[in-house]
Nanobody, 113 residues
């Protein structure tokens, strides 16, 4: 059974940091491109960062967020620094390889004073 389980979300003040984790099971993790997306209230889901054959970031998070993966632990991470109010969203983990695509349930990140 395929599972993607995000964790690490929560409340943080502007300028703070959080580290999200996404633990995967049920598929060959190392073969998949792993991507973080986010969806703010009233907005469409948007790309944040991806790691596969290369690493890519949305312009809005470049220099502040870092995506990484540990294939031995079947886990992908998103280190988020210098958080801004506009980073508030539900963050989703996505796994994609060929015709296969899986999503996690999401974890809430709230940046507020």
């Amino acid at each position: 059974q395929v599972q993607l389980v995000e964790s690490g979300g929560g409340w943080v003040q502007p300028g703070g940091s959080l580290r999200l984790s996404c633990a995967a099971s049920g598929f060959t993790f190392r073969s998949y491109t792993m991507t973080w997306y986010r969806q703010a209230p009233g907005k469409e889901r948007e790309f944040v960062a991806a790691t596969g054959s290369s690493t890519n970031y949305a312009d809005s998070v470049k220099g502040r967020f870092t995506i990484s993966r540990d294939n031995a632990k079947n886990t992908v991470y998103l280190q988020m620094n210098s958080l801004k109010r506009e980073d508030t969203a539900v963050y989703y983990c996505n796994a994609r390889f060929w015709k296969y695509e899986y999503w996690g349930q999401g974890t809430q990140v709230t940046v507020s004073s």
